[in-house]
């Protein structure tokens, strides 16, 4: 799984801030991985945790594309991130971590 801090450049209000995260088909959501990028068909996906927002994968993202896609609702989803306000949410500064 990846570990990614944000930025509060971005603040959670609606389905749009989900464009900023660079988040696809967010009209599906995939609560087990899926087998492919329904983007670009890599095989290459990964949970994604954003560090402070939930424990455990928000959404799964693609190691090829890099775009990510919905693991919960975005109602689910968009309340975890509003609760994340003043946490770092700036997709361009995220960094894997590796867990000990």
């Not at 990614?4 to 609606?14: E, G, H, I, Y």
């Not at 670009?40 to 190691?63: H, N, P, Q, T």
């Not at 609760?83 to 590796?98: A, L, V």
């Amino acid at each position: 799984m990846k570990h990614a801090f944000l930025d509060n450049t971005l603040v959670c209000k609606d389905e749009k801030c989900l464009d900023e995260l660079e988040v696809l088909y967010s009209y599906k959501v995939f609560k087990v991985k899926p087998k492919k990028c329904p983007h670009c068909g890599s095989e290459k996906l990964e949970g994604l945790e954003l560090v402070g927002i939930k424990e455990g994968a928000l959404f799964w993202e693609c190691d090829e594309c890099l775009f990510k896609f919905l693991k919960y609702s975005i109602e689910n989803t968009l309340e975890y991130l509003k609760e994340g306000d003043g946490y770092w949410y700036n997709p361009n500064d995220w960094k894997n971590i590796e867990r000990n």
